[in-house]
Nanobody, 115 residues
Framework: QVQLVESGGGLVQPGGSLRLSCVAS????????MSWFRQAPGKERELVAM????????NYADAVKGRFDISRDVGKNTLYLQMDNLKPEDTAVYYC????????WGQGTQVTVSS
């Protein structure tokens, strides 16, 4: 029973920052890749960032490269997404993804970037 619980979303003005958190349980957090996805209304869910089990390898979608940072704290079983210089195009529900044998999704947290 893998469980992922996201938090940290909210309403922010363009240029602002948010940090999303994903608390993981039910599996060995330190053994699996983790990812952040997002889904805007009427659009497909898209990969935002991913991080290796060790935390040493990180990849980002071109749209967020240089603005977002993915990280993980194994001791806290928590995945983070630091989002800086947010743009209206970043508005979406953000989901945490665990790359376990069966895969798992969090419930999502809404990020709205608007003036």
């Amino acid at each position: 029973q893998v469980q992922l619980v996201e938090s940290g979303g909210g309403l922010v003005q363009p240029g602002g920052s948010l940090r999303l958190s994903c608390v993981a349980s039910g599996f060995d957090f330190g053994l699996f890749y983790m990812s952040w996805f997002r889904q805007a209304p009427g659009k497909e869910r898209e990969l935002v960032a991913m991080i290796s089990a060790s935390g040493t390898n990180k990849n980002y979608a071109d749209a967020v490269k240089g603005r977002f940072d993915i990280s993980r704290d194994v001791g806290k079983n928590t995945l983070y997404l630091q989002m800086d210089n947010l743009k209206p195009e970043d508005t979406a529900v953000y989901y945490c993804r665990a790359h376990t044998e069966t895969g798992a999704w969090g419930q999502g947290t809404q990020v709205t970037v608007s003036s």
